[in-house]
């Protein structure tokens, strides 16, 4: 069991390098996730974008997981990543999850060489936003995206 001192000092150092690498961090708004630890009961945590805090008397946590997994996540670029493949974690829904991860995608993409930038940011809204538009228009004309050799086949 890592005490609540170490993974506020560790989680500090994490933002910390996060930001450095990630000139767009603190244009992204992530939504705070509530921690509770398997092998620390009574421990509840508020991750957000600053880092670790005390989470509110009475808060529900998203996110149940051991000390050593969140250390993990926070000192290892790969740490969420290896998270996620292990299952050593609970979520409370699937918002949670997606939340939780959410804190730690810029580091996902600093393994893999990318940083987030403001151009990239603008670029993944973009395509978050074609894909939306598609789904709508999917959802309105499905016989739009049915495909025959050349072209597309109206409704009969």
């Not at 150092?13 to 992530?30: E, F, G, I, K």
């Not at 946590?61 to 050593?88: I, K, Q, Y």
């Amino acid at each position: 069991q890592i005490d609540r001192a170490a993974l506020c000092d560790e989680a500090a150092a994490y933002v910390a390098r996060t930001r450095a690498a990630n000139p767009a961090w603190r244009l992204l708004r992530r939504r705070p996730v509530v921690l509770a630890f398997f092998d620390a009961p009574g421990l509840l945590l508020r991750l957000d974008d600053d880092g670790l805090a005390s989470a509110p008397p009475g808060a529900t946590p998203d996110v149940t997981l051991a000390t050593e997994s969140l250390l993990h996540c926070l000192r290892d670029l790969r740490g969420a990543n290896t998270l996620l493949v292990n299952g050593r974690f609970r979520v409370r829904d699937r918002e949670s999850m997606d939340a939780f991860f959410a804190h730690f995608a810029a580091c996902a993409a600093n393994r893999r060489g990318r940083r987030l930038t403001v151009g990239r940011l603008i670029t993944l809204r973009l395509e978050l936003w074609r894909t939306l538009v598609r789904r709508r228009l999917f959802a309105a004309a499905p016989w739009a995206f049915r495909r025959t050799a050349t072209r597309a086949t109206p409704p009969r």
